[in-house]
């Protein structure tokens, strides 16, 4: 049985940590409107190549995969298309693999608006559970959990030279929380944004869940900050006066033939809007849970297999591959996201990670898996005797350790408040147990929401965001 420690009596491990360039773009690893900067663009000359067309393309940096603008994939969009005959576009906010992600304005409402376009003939399963939750006006224990869940504006289909595309309109945001660190040199928030921020997941994740779903892709990439309110009082000049006008870049054939009727003339990098991670202040951590790509209700069907992150999906997606999903998923990579709003360092290091690199890590943090699970990795070996201890007198990062070594530390050297003992304890004591690895072990997300740093803490700096 796991027993948490809040002594912290080993020194902190040492640890190499990048520095990244401020200006630094965002990566692009998930279908969400993510932000790149505008201040540096890498180019190389990689090449994109149409396999069913047999057509290959100069590589343009941080633009969606061009091969994909064929039959069945990408529509073209340029600066200036009016879409549904209401959304003029002005500039481009991301893009995945089934999606590019746009920044408009509304005809009608002269706000500007996120325009999601689906590759053709797909849809966007997300619509649904977000129209399903739009729907409702049921709150939680009196909290705002549904204004933390994007609106579904508008939705239509466009016809075009690759085929129909689905789309939906919602609100644009400034940028994700993992953006917001990458563009930053310490890759930390100020403390009382880290309570709104965690405290906004909880209430986040806790709307969901009372409403029967289950998110199953949360990580820093899907939270997204709110843009300011008057945002959509600048004019098209001042929006590119102030965050840079949209690079157009040529996009060429590499056997200089024209290029087909369905392929765009020129590739455009997102724009960001974001801000480092220090410099975003408390009044600017109002979120948005964003991405419900992965999102369904257990009730309707059932799914057993993740697509959230290596470094923080649920073990019991290696162990019991058996077993469907369950709202506990959600309550592991929830406890993952908050260690990684609040500190430096992620729980688990993913670079370049395996599965089993990942369990390792989650041994010497939390102790022995469950015997049968323990039974099943015979990779443990390399790292771990029969009686668990670790082999050739390996040094470990316990839970302690990292807490200290991944927050704690990096805040003060900062200049940035830690936590003090109390909260400390109080926060841990809460991710504790969401960091079971039994599934049945964790919390609900209402008990969560009961924990005393939700009570002390977490609710109340959400009160306060919420009266700014």
């Known amino acids: 049985m796991r027993q948490p420690l809040l002594r912290f009596l080993r020194p902190p491990s040492i640890y190499w940590r990048s520095r990244l360039n401020k200006s630094k773009p965002p990566s692009r690893q998930h279908d969400l409107p993510q932000h790149s900067s505008p201040f540096i663009t890498f180019r190389s000359m990689s090449v994109s190549k149409d396999p069913i067309n047999h057509v290959a393309y100069g590589y343009i940096e941080d633009v969606e995969r061009l091969s994909n ?19 003029r576009v002005v500039h481009k906010l991301g893009y995945g693999t089934y999606s ?21 003939d797909s849809n966007l399963p997300e619509v649904d559970v977000l129209s399903a939750l739009g729907s409702d006006h049921h709150s939680i224990s009196g909290s705002s959990g549904r204004d933390l869940i994007p609106p579904v504006l508008d939705r239509f289909e466009i016809h075009g030279p690759n085929g129909v595309h689905p789309c939906y309109v919602t609100v644009p945001a ?50 997204l900050l709110r843009l300011p309110f008057n945002f959509s009082q600048l004019s098209d000049e001042q929006l590119y006066e102030k965050n840079g006008a949209p690079e157009l870049e ?9 290029l087909l009727s369905g392929v765009p003339s020129h590739a455009i990098p997102p724009a960001w809007f974001g801000e480092p991670s220090e410099r975003v202040s408390f009044p600017e951590s109002n979120i948005l849970l964003s991405d419900f790509g992965e999102s369904f209700s257990p009730s309707q069907e ?10 923080i999906r649920p073990p019991e997606t290696r162990f019991e591959p058996d077993t469907p999903l369950s709202f506990s998923s ?46 099943k990795w015979d990779a443990g070996r390399h790292w771990y005797t029969e009686a668990g201890n670790p082999t050739n007198g390996r040094t470990v990062r316990s839970w302690e ?19 003090d003992l109390e909260e400390s304890t109080a926060i841990l004591a809460m991710m504790w147990p969401m960091l079971s690895f039994k599934p049945e072990d964790r919390p609900t997300i209402g008990q969560v929401l009961e924990s005393d740093w939700m009570l002390r803490w977490g609710l109340p700096t959400y009160e306060r965001l919420r009266t700014w």
Request: hydrophobic share 40%; aromatic share 10%.
């Open 401 to 419: 350790d990292r807490f200290e070594d991944s927050i704690q530390k990096p805040r003060r050297d900062e200049r940035l408040a830690a936590f």
């Open 69 to 87: 603008y064929r039959p069945g994939g990408f529509h073209p969009i340029t600066i200036g298309t009016e879409l549904h005959k209401r959304y």
């Open 302 to 311: 059932l799914r057993y297999e993740s697509h959230t992150p290596i470094s």
């Open 250 to 258: 040529p996009v060429i054939r590499l056997d200089h033939k024209d």
């Open 100 to 120: 590019t992600v746009w920044l408009a304005r509304d005809k009608e409402s002269q706000e500007f608006v996120a325009v999601k376009v689906g590759v053709a």
């Open 330 to 375: 959600d309550i592991w990579t929830l406890a993952c996201t908050i260690w990684s709003v609040s500190g430096q360092r992620p729980l688990f290091d993913g670079t370049i990670a395996t599965e089993d690199d990942i369990t390792c890590e989650q041994v010497d943090a939390f102790g022995l898996l469950p015997p049968e699970w323990w039974r």
């Open 174 to 223: 400034r940028g994700c929380v993992a953006g917001a660190k990458d563009g930053s040199y310490s890759r930390l928030f100020q403390l009382d944004v880290v309570r709104a921020l965690a405290a906004q997941l909880i209430l986040a994740v806790a709307f969901l869940h009372s409403h029967g779903y289950i998110h199953g892709d949360l990580h820093l990439g899907n939270v």
